[in-house]
């Protein structure tokens, strides 16, 4: 009874698809339906939900390729079950940019596809529900500092914003936009956090039995996929990103930037928005769901150093549901970190390296966002890593009970001491300057796994004594320590 099945969907339910062809069918005289998909005899292909609503502006979008929901519990349930973000559009019908993005985006087939296939799209009136307009207008303007319509806002199945914008052009490089909304579809669904804000670990090896198939190219594909674009453009993309007959790697090619040129990244952006959409419809390698405690930590570390050097709000945000997501989920019995969280449990003590890269993930957190509690959680996971692994005789060890072969002397001093750079506490200087005093300082001569401050411990004990100072501000006395309790 469904006309078409909407690209990457499944077919919808029967009473369903009853409903949509009683509405389908019953429309008034005259009214065409507004789609850019129809058969021989003139009818949509593809109809959505939004075929059974009332408001003009969501029965323009009706016949769309996108699998609509409108707003409800229906589709925030959906997006937990399936554990995907949602992708919110809030429009109204009197907005010229709402209808070229619905002309130039929601109408192309490969643009559904791609977000029925990893989000669940969801489309707002803004003139029926200003109250849902107004919350996320707001997170837009806290997110990007401005706001405006078509909105675009990315929440997760809590309702809880990410990411957000406005008016996004389909393809890099279109109407002058650096970024494009397929790019940013496949960004946001590559590189965010689950849907509960901790970050998996890995994708799989292999796709279709062949190890890296999802992620190489060959020279032939490449010209193929881009010769609508020109020999010109073909030439520059394969001398751009290292590509030779050959391949780098098991006669493919692994795509790299040799040497950064930024007019040739910019002309690009077209070829690379077109291979996109080819990959997007490779058969994707299965996902590595376990969340491990230091790799999040590097994680946070990441985003919220890169969230404050770019301004950009939505990585510092990321970072922060990482760090809940650790504080709250990878907890054992009595509160012990755990190193693992799988199928809604956490488990196996952490080691030294979770503790250290969650502790400097935390304090990168705190310079971010001068958030107290980033800073009370991190020392106080400090002091765990000082009870669990510390060796008296000095360095620390890789496992509790304290046994094995000390390790990561550097990265835990460093962490340390730039806890307690913050509050000025001399009685917590005494654990650091005990390890520097009986390591060698050339033992932990290696760079710092997060944030490089000098090549040896001792440079972490110079950090402390004044050598270099970071450019947060220090709390001093009771009164900024009090914050933190």
């Not at 579809?185 to 799989?204: E, K, M, Q, V």
């Not at 033992?443 to 950090?463: E, I, L, S, W």
Request: one cysteine or more; glycine letters at 8%.
């Amino acid at each position: 009874m469904q006309s078409a099945v909407l690209p990457g969907s499944e077919p919808f339910a029967l009473p369903l698809q009853e409903r949509l062809a009683r509405a389908l069918a019953g429309r008034p005289a005259g009214r065409a339906p507004r789609t850019q998909h129809s058969d021989e005899r003139g009818r949509p292909r593809f109809s959505n939900r939004l075929l059974l609503e009332s408001s003009p502006y969501l029965l323009q979008h009706a016949h769309n390729p996108v699998n609509w929901f409108p707003w409800g519990d229906e589709a925030f349930a959906e997006a937990a079950r399936l554990a995907r973000p949602v992708f919110l559009a809030i429009g109204y019908s009197t907005c010229h940019w709402c209808h070229v993005r619905e002309n130039e985006s929601f109408a192309d087939a490969e643009i559904a596809r791609f977000l029925n296939t990893h989000y669940v799209a969801v489309k707002v009136d803004r003139e029926e529900r200003p109250d849902i307009d107004a919350i996320y207008m707001s997170a837009v303007q806290q997110l990007t500092g401005s706001g405006g319509w078509p909105m675009s806002v990315w929440p997760n199945a809590a309702r809880e914003p990410f990411f957000a914008g406005s008016y996004f052009p389909p393809r890099d490089g279109e109407r002058g936009a650096r970024l494009g909304f397929v790019s940013l579809l496949n960004g946001l669904s590559d590189i965010l956090s689950d849907a509960s804000g901790g970050f998996p670990s890995a994708t799989d090896a292999d796709s279709k039995g062949v190890e890296g198939r999802f992620f190489v190219w060959s020279e032939g594909e490449i010209r193929h996929e881009l010769a609508s674009l020109g020999e010109a453009t073909s030439t520059r993309f394969l001398e751009h990103y290292g590509v030779r007959r050959g391949g780098t790697w098991q006669g493919s090619t692994i795509l790299h930037v040799p040497q950064p040129d930024e007019q040739a990244w910019a002309a690009l952006a077209g070829a690379r928005a077109r291979l996109r959409e080819v990959r997007a419809r490779r058969v994707q390698p299965q996902r590595d769901e376990k969340v491990l405690a230091s790799w999040n930590g590097l994680m946070i570390s990441a985003l919220a150093q890169a969230g404050r050097i770019l301004d950009h709000a939505p990585y510092v945000l990321a970072a922060a549901r990482a760090a809940e997501f650790a504080l709250t989920r990878l907890r054992g019995a009595g509160g012990r970190l755990q190193r693992c969280y799988t199928d809604g449990q956490a488990r196996q003590n952490a080691f030294l390296d979770d503790h250290v890269f969650l502790v400097a993930g935390l304090i990168d957190l705190y310079e971010a966002t001068f958030e107290p509690r980033h800073l009370r959680e991190a020392l106080l996971l400090a002091e765990a890593t000082e009870d669990l692994f510390a060796d008296p005789a000095g360095g620390w060890f890789m496992t509790s009970p304290r046994a094995g072969k000390p390790d990561r002397t550097r990265e835990a001093c460093l962490r340390w001491r730039r806890a307690i750079r913050h509050i000025g506490c001399p009685d917590e200087r005494a654990a650091p300057g005990r390890l520097h005093r009986r390591r060698e300082l050339a033992a932990a001569c290696r760079p710092c796994a997060v944030r490089p401050c000098g090549g040896t411990c001792g440079a972490a004990v110079q950090h402390e004594r004044g050598a270099a100072r970071d450019r947060v501000p220090r709390l001093h006395g009771p009164r900024d320590r009090a914050r933190l309790a």
